[in-house]
């Protein structure tokens, strides 16, 4: 299995912040990588997929860098919103896998 | 509109079966596939297999095998997941969502489509 390992596994932040969120696969998975949003009580929201495209409706301010096994998840300008638990998740074979996730908190 | 809704919380007792549902619309049913995801308390995601609604195939995760049956029925467009011999720690929201891919899963596009989640609780 395909072990997706993120840190940090939270971290508190202002309105305003560039935000970083690293995401490292334990082999090679090229650019087979999602990016998952989730708000409590609520399914996870798709923010990104295939490493670096942007699913609907998700604003710019949120990117993503890398390919193979390093991968970083980028808010440039946090907002409210944005107070949330983020997973990325391999795609790249089964079982899928997602990392352990990383909580935005407000500073 | 684009939804999958899901059928309500459980409560059951260790050894017991459980079967949750997921009905869609909005969407030619049979264009996509659905996997189950769980999330026991303050935990992360675990896959636990894909069927496809095309023509049945299904890929399980291997710590469920011989646990769980997903199946699907195309004149309801719903999709079910049944586990049996339920564990304390199969506690968990189980979720549903849309995959691309008809024969074989694609999960390369993500899964952008989930249901609200089912809640269960397996206590004595």
């Known amino acids: 299995d395909i072990q997706m390992t993120q840190s940090p596994s939270s971290l508190s932040a202002s309105v305003g912040d560039r935000v970083t969120i690293t995401c490292r696969a334990s082999?090679?998975?090229?650019?087979?990588v999602n990016w998952y949003q989730q708000k409590p009580g609520k399914a996870p929201r798709l923010l990104i997929y295939a490493a670096s495209s942007l699913a609907g409706g998700v604003p710019s301010r949120f990117s993503v860098d890398g390919s193979g096994t390093d991968f970083t998840l980028t808010i440039t300008s946090l907002q409210s919103e944005d107070f949330a638990t983020y997973y990325c998740?391999?795609?790249?074979?089964?079982?899928?896998?997602f990392g352990g996730g990383t909580k935005v908190e407000i500073k | 509109q684009v939804h999958l809704v899901q059928s309500g919380p459980e409560l059951k007792k260790p050894g017991a079966s459980l079967k949750v549902s997921c009905k869609a619309s909005?969407?030619?049913?049979?264009?996509?596939?659905f996997i189950w995801v769980r999330q026991a308390p303050e935990q992360g995601l675990e896959w636990m297999g894909w069927?496809?609604?095309?023509?049945?195939?299904?890929d399980y995760a291997q710590r469920f095998l011989g646990r769980v049956t997903m199946t699907t029925d195309t004149s309801t467009n719903t999709t079910h997941m049944e586990l049996r011999n339920l564990r304390s720690d199969d506690t968990a929201v189980y979720y549903c969502?849309?995959?691309?891919?008809?024969?074989?899963?694609?999960?390369?596009?993500?899964?952008?489509?989930w249901g609200q989640g089912t809640t269960v609780t397996v206590s004595s």
């Open positions: 969502a849309r995959v691309s891919g008809l024969i074989t899963a694609d999960y390369y596009y993500g899964m952008g489509v």
């Open positions: 909005g969407y030619p049913f049979t264009k996509y596939g």
């Open positions: 069927i496809s609604t095309y023509n049945g195939n299904t």
């Open positions: 082999q090679s998975i090229g650019s087979y």
């Open positions: 998740q391999q795609s790249y074979s089964t079982p899928l896998t």
